[in-house]
């Protein structure tokens, strides 16, 4: 009786770990790297003042994640950005289990190489902690609403189980299957 292993776990478990377990002695499989969530986010950034504007922002991030996102509320006041505490400024989502495997496929496979022009991810995405960055200024790359009329940019954040060094992340990285630059 086969099991129905998800590609995403498939990757990981028969190229990422023992790709990084030849390279390095890990006295546990807990130490081995992995992701633990992915956090997808957008601010409102000029649609505050639009009546439908955080509306669209919900829906979109919606459509392209598969799960409702959670408003944002400003936590003090900035005069410079006509911001008041309270006020919604933006939606974020946490994907976990099926769902992140689901949408880190979709993104390596099929929207990031969608992208016009793209060369790959910056190695500079990488933060110190091991987490990985990626900003989207167009978010037609996404099957779900590439007809849609509304588009905004969206940041989507990969998150370690563990903080690793930055040749660690990007080795984990590239055997999910993002592409960086040279």
């Known amino acids: 009786m086969a099991t129905n292993v998800h590609p995403f776990t498939n990757r990981y478990q028969n190229t990422v770990v023992p790709a990084l377990t030849s390279e390095r002695q890990y006295a546990s499989a807990y130490e081995i790297p992995r992701i633990t969530h992915v956090v997808v986010n957008a601010g409102a950034g000029d649609m505050l003042t639009a009546a439908k504007?955080?509306?669209q922002l919900v829906e979109l991030i919606s459509k392209i994640t598969g799960q409702r996102p959670v408003v944002v509320k400003a936590k003090k006041s900035i005069a410079g950005?006509?911001?008041?505490?309270?006020?919604e400024v933006g939606?974020?989502?946490t994907l976990r289990g099926e769902r992140m495997r689901d949408f880190l496929t979709k993104l390596t496979?099929?929207?990031l190489p969608r992208t016009r022009d793209y060369r790959g991810v910056k190695p500079t995405a990488?933060?110190?902690d091991g987490s990985l960055h990626v900003g989207i200024r167009d978010t037609q790359i996404f099957p779900?609403?590439?007809n849609d009329s509304f588009h905004h940019p969206i940041q989507v954040s990969l998150v370690p189980a563990r903080p690793m060094s930055q040749d660690e992340a990007l080795?984990?990285?590239r055997g999910l299957g993002f592409h960086f630059q040279a």
């Open 109 to 111: 496979d099929v929207s």
């Open 91 to 93: 939606v974020k989502v």
């Open 53 to 55: 504007g955080m509306e």
């Open 126 to 128: 990488i933060a110190k």
């Open 144 to 146: 779900e609403v590439a």
């Open 81 to 87: 950005f006509k911001i008041r505490q309270g006020m």
């Open 171 to 173: 080795r984990l990285y």
